[in-house]
């Protein structure tokens, strides 16, 4: 039996979306009464949230689905929208509304300053209502529509500070970018509507029809090729808002945004919302060993190459923006590996994640607020002055590296278990690029937290000031926040304990008899890694921290002097951005001056021309009427003729 709650799931984005419309009309003024609002929303959200959790871990928990609201109806054929829900959805709704909850208690901190506070939580607020809205879409054009408004909203957040031209530079990149993977999914759901029977675009429908295809393809309406061109063009849109390569360097861009957004876009929410997608069609990927190969391949490219990326950036955002992108790459990896177990381990480590990354960068926030710069160079010794935010971004940090027994090492290790036994050279990237990501959060954490302070060793030239390097200067609207982040990015882990009376997450989550066993070579190998990572990250770093920061300083102090041309190809992001700069956008711009000459001074004077020749004409042919075309119809078309060779080559000449 469904719970009795569930028909009362859609009530759960209502209440930002009301919080937008009063911060709307409330403008920039009132700045305590748009925060109690929109902070009172986000906890009605996340209360009922809650209460749709814990209503879904009753056994024989039955799914829960509204489709009877018609949207568009033409002839027989109608399109209607709903909600429904489901143990994967409820889980979702349950991440996106406490972390949107935690960030905006955070900005009444970070942001009470900025005059347009109250603009920036409507934002939030708009955010969260389109992202809720699509976890609980209940067909294909519904997710779509929220799609787009998720990633509109990511636009106006991104550059919400819209006076610096990198903000402005970010927006548009993020929304061009990801607008190349939504063109993939907006196919995708042209084809679904032409295959499937019907043109059912529920996903319960398309779930049983690519199941039904799976068990016998040969009384299936879909060809092999057009169900691996669906789950491509699925897969693409996934690409872009998850950050995938090559569709990754939007989102490092983003960083230009305030700190809060990076926490709630790119940790929690917008991003992991591609994942999500994958999972809420995983049936027409099974349908395909093609898609799934592709799948596990980019995931584990992605997350190796991010890594990479993430060890040599001085920036701290944009150390934390290439961890994001690379950890998606592991929840993609699961996804392609092609099994429940699999599946069930990638949307474990999307909810450990979504804690401890939103705790990283909201973390990160407190130590900006305080230093006042984002590169980590510059800093050093803020351990005994931030002490809530570095104990919170050190268990932050642990469970990112895969230390345990924190939530991060639980969700990476079910995932290896899964590419150990299935895909072993996946299994090895997967495993190295744990090693990297324990390497460059301790060669963050260290840099940042640990050492002297750069400045009182006068290096940098940067003066933290008293008040805001002292805790209390922060306000315990930011630090509350990192505290109960803390605590499930510490504990959410043991959800997926292997052998645990909690270890029935994967069954719970599939109801396909999952099981995540301990496998202790797996085990002891996943520990390694990450330790080993620890401990080269303070062999490289670790030393010299008490070491003063000069302008030449080398690789062991963060600097660039003295790295390889492999290590600065890496600080520049082995100059993806270069290559679409030079590849992509410079062509286009350069066919767009051609077409505009094109228009110019050739269409625009044709027109001109034969405007010029028909006005001529009807005084020619007026004449005629006339009887008068002896002196004026002769003078006339001679100077018609002459007009027009004129005409021409000023117009032809002039271009060649």
């Known amino acids: 039996m469904p719970s009795e709650l569930s028909q009362y799931a859609w009530i759960v984005p209502l209440f930002p979306l009301a919080a937008f419309l009063a911060l709307t009309a409330l403008g920039r003024q009132g700045k305590k009464l748009g925060a109690a609002i929109s902070v009172a929303a986000a906890a009605a959200s996340f209360v009922l949230a809650c209460a749709l959790y814990l209503g879904r871990l009753k056994e024989h928990a039955a799914d829960y689905a509204w489709n009877e609201w018609t949207w568009i109806k033409a002839g027989d054929f109608s399109i209607t929208m709903g909600f429904e829900v489901t143990n994967l959805n409820t889980l979702m709704l349950l991440v996106v509304s406490s972390v949107s909850l935690l960030v905006l208690i955070y900005s009444c901190g970070y942001m009470k300053e900025d005059e347009r506070f109250t603009v920036f939580l409507g ?6 209502f389109s992202m809720l809205s699509l976890v609980i879409s209940v067909n294909l054009v519904q997710f779509y529509l929220f799609w787009e408004l998720v990633g509109a909203c990511s636009f106006l957040l991104i550059g919400f500070w819209h006076f610096k031209p990198e903000a402005r530079a970010a927006a548009k990149k993020s929304f061009l970018m990801t607008r ?11 084809l679904l509507f032409w295959q499937m029977p019907d043109h059912a675009l529920d996903f319960s429908a398309i779930q049983s029809a690519f199941a039904a295809h799976a068990a016998d393809a040969a009384s299936s309406p879909f060809s092999a090729g057009m169900v691996t061109g669906i789950a491509l063009l699925i897969f693409l849109g996934a690409m872009g808002k998850s950050g995938q390569f090559p569709l990754h360097s939007w989102l490092p861009d983003a960083m230009e945004g305030p700190t809060p957004i990076s926490a709630l876009i790119h940790a929690a929410t917008m991003v992991a919302a591609g994942v999500y997608l994958v999972a809420r069609t995983y049936p027409v990927f099974l349908a395909s060993d093609a898609a799934l190969q592709t799948v596990s391949i980019v995931g584990a490219f992605t997350a190796l190459f991010a890594a990479v990326l993430a060890a040599a950036q001085n920036d701290l955002k944009r150390v934390l923006a290439y961890s994001t992108v690379s950890q998606l790459g592991y929840m993609m990896l699961a996804m392609g590996l092609g099994s429940w177990a699999a599946y069930s381990a990638g949307i474990s480590h999307l909810f450990t994640h979504a804690f401890f990354k939103a705790l990283l960068f909201l973390a990160a926030g407190c130590v900006i607020h305080a230093v006042h710069t984002q590169d980590i160079r510059r800093m050093g010794g803020l351990a005994g002055k931030l002490k809530v935010t570095a104990w919170t971004f050190g268990i932050g940090a642990l469970a990112l590296s895969g230390i345990p027994p924190l939530s991060g090492f639980w969700s990476k290790d079910a995932i290896l278990t899964e590419a150990y036994h299935d895909k072993p050279v996946l299994f090895a990237v997967a495993l190295l690029t744990t090693v990297l990501a324990a390497f460059y959060m301790a060669r963050l954490f260290i840099l940042v937290f640990l050492g002297s302070d750069r400045d009182e060793a006068g290096a940098s030239g940067l003066r933290l000031q008293a008040a805001a390097a002292a805790p209390e200067a922060l306000p315990r609207s930011m630090t509350g926040p990192l505290v109960a982040l803390a605590v499930p990015a510490a504990a959410a882990g043991f959800l ?11 069954r719970w989550l599939t109801g396909e008899g999952v099981e995540h066993g301990a496998d202790w070579p797996v085990l002891l190998l996943s520990t390694a890694a990450g330790l080993a990572g620890l401990g080269l990250g303070y062999l490289a770093y670790g030393r010299k921290a008490r070491s003063p920061l000069g302008a030449s300083a080398g690789p062991a102090s963060g600097g660039t002097a003295g790295l390889t041309p492999f290590a600065r190809a890496a600080e520049a ?4 951005d270069a290559f679409y700069r030079r590849g992509i956008v410079a062509p286009v711009k350069g066919l767009g001056l051609v077409l505009q000459a094109i228009d110019r001074y050739l269409v625009d004077g044709i027109v001109r021309l034969t405007a010029l020749a028909l006005l001529q004409l009807s005084r020619l042919g007026a004449c005629l009427q006339n009887g008068k075309v002896q002196t004026y119809g002769l003078v006339t078309l001679l100077g018609l003729v002459a007009l027009m060779l004129a005409f021409a080559g000023r117009r032809f000449l002039h271009v060649g």
Do not use: H, K, R
Request: net charge negative; charged share 5%; aromatic share 24%.
């Open 573 to 576: 992001g082995f100059y993806v």
């Open 123 to 128: 934002y939030i607020s708009l955010f969260s």
């Open 496 to 506: 997926f304990l292997p052998g645990s009376a909690l270890s029935g997450f994967g």
């Open 180 to 190: 190349v993977g939504d063109m993939g999914l907006f196919f995708a759901i042209l």
